[in-house]
């Protein structure tokens, strides 16, 4: 083989592996991260608030209407090249503790499959008002005396010599 045909399959290789490399997924991870114990690992009718604080540390959320409900989330996302990013896992692990005793009653894990999608209405809700058209904005202030001088010698609230 010549060398210009070595150097031909060289670079042939090489814009191969740098395609193939360009398709690669970029991985997010974002949320809480387990990295000495996993919130599944939390015992219930052992654990405390405080030993599952000691343990996992802040929870990600707390519930809104009972502070005794803790929620550990987190998600990874992957994106390939341009492509809108995509949720490939999602962990939610919901923490419920004894209103009295602080003691832990039950561990739920929620994952990507136990969500639900919700469908949003994209309709607006009209405004009560009058649209203003270009020229009833650039013209608006016309007429209303603004751009001369005001005179507020008796209108109360104002300064005597008071120059605004």
Do not use: H
Not at 16 to 42: E, H, M, N, R
């Amino acid at each position: 083989m010549s060398r210009n045909a070595a150097l031909a399959a060289l670079a042939a290789v090489t814009l191969t592996a740098a395609g193939l490399s360009a398709c690669s997924p970029i991985t997010s991870y974002s949320g809480f991260q387990a990295i000495d114990s996993d919130p599944k690992d939390v015992k219930v009718g052992t654990d405390t608030k405080s030993t599952v604080r000691a343990k996992l540390g802040s929870p990600s959320v707390q519930s809104t209407f009972d502070p005794n409900v803790w929620f550990y989330i987190n998600q990874v996302k992957e994106r390939v090249a341009f492509r809108k990013p995509q949720v490939t896992a999602r962990n939610v692990t919901a923490i419920v503790f004894n209103k009295d005793s602080e003691m832990v009653e039950t561990v739920n894990v929620y994952t990507l499959k136990d969500g639900k999608v919700i469908a949003y209405n994209n309709r607006e809700t009209p405004t009560r008002g009058r649209e203003m058209t270009v020229l009833e904005q650039l013209l608006g202030s016309v007429g209303r005396g603004t751009m001369l001088p005001q005179d507020d010698e008796g209108v109360p609230g104002s300064r005597p010599g008071d120059r605004r």
